[in-house]
């Protein structure tokens, strides 16, 4: 029987909000001595996200779009710190392409729904559960992907679903999808440092 490969790497966090899948991700990987969230970076000073550098000892990131999107020093900041994998946990904006070049392969994102259904710009939040809800679905999710210049139209890594209730508002609808959030996007940024890079181009 192969034995798996134990994952090993350093992961920055990218969010614009509260964190929780952030928070979800760092508590995850606490035990595993071969992964390090290295950095949390933001575009809202404001971001709650952002006490838990401090919290749990990482180095926090704010920029403004100045920075992210006229010039790449964020490329020189994630090269010091020896990044391996971005992971964007409610990060809102856009990605650059001189970033997606930089880690191809190695930005991933999670979405509150089944991908290709309810992408693309504006759609995030609660602006996807409303969406869900006004068609009437039987069922939402998740899907992780990879990340590329466009929003939410990256290759696909992960989905899984949730049943939905005629009954179910957008609020109780988010509920379900965020389970599924927080259970499984830290396992599969485990699996993906797990597994052997084909090379680093």
């Known amino acids: 029987m192969e034995m798996l490969s134990k994952p090993s790497g350093n992961i920055a966090i990218f969010a614009s909000g509260t964190g929780s899948n952030a928070l979800k991700i760092i508590e995850f990987f606490k035990e595993e001595a071969s992964v390090n969230i290295v950095l949390i970076a933001s575009n809202k000073p404001s971001a709650s996200v952002l006490n838990y550098g401090e919290e749990f000892d990482i180095e926090t990131l704010v920029f403004d779009r100045e920075y992210f999107y006229k010039s790449e020093k964020i490329v020189e900041k994630l090269q010091a710190f020896e990044v391996d994998m971005i992971v964007l946990a409610g990060f809102l904006w ?36 409303r969406a869900v809800k006004a068609a009437n679905e039987p069922t939402s999710g998740i899907t992780i992907h990879y990340v590329n210049e466009k929003y939410d139209e990256g290759s696909i890594i992960f989905q899984a679903d949730c049943a939905l209730n005629s009954s179910d508002t957008p609020e109780m609808i988010a509920k379900k999808v965020l389970k599924l959030e927080h259970y499984y996007f830290p396992r599969v940024i485990k699996s993906l440092l797990s597994q052997k890079p084909e090379g680093d181009g």
């Open 94 to 129: 856009l990605v650059p392409g001189y970033l997606v070049q930089q880690f191809p392969g190695r930005i991933i994102n999670i979405h509150p729904a089944l991908l290709p259904k309810y992408g693309g710009k504006g759609m995030y939040g609660m602006n996807v559960h």
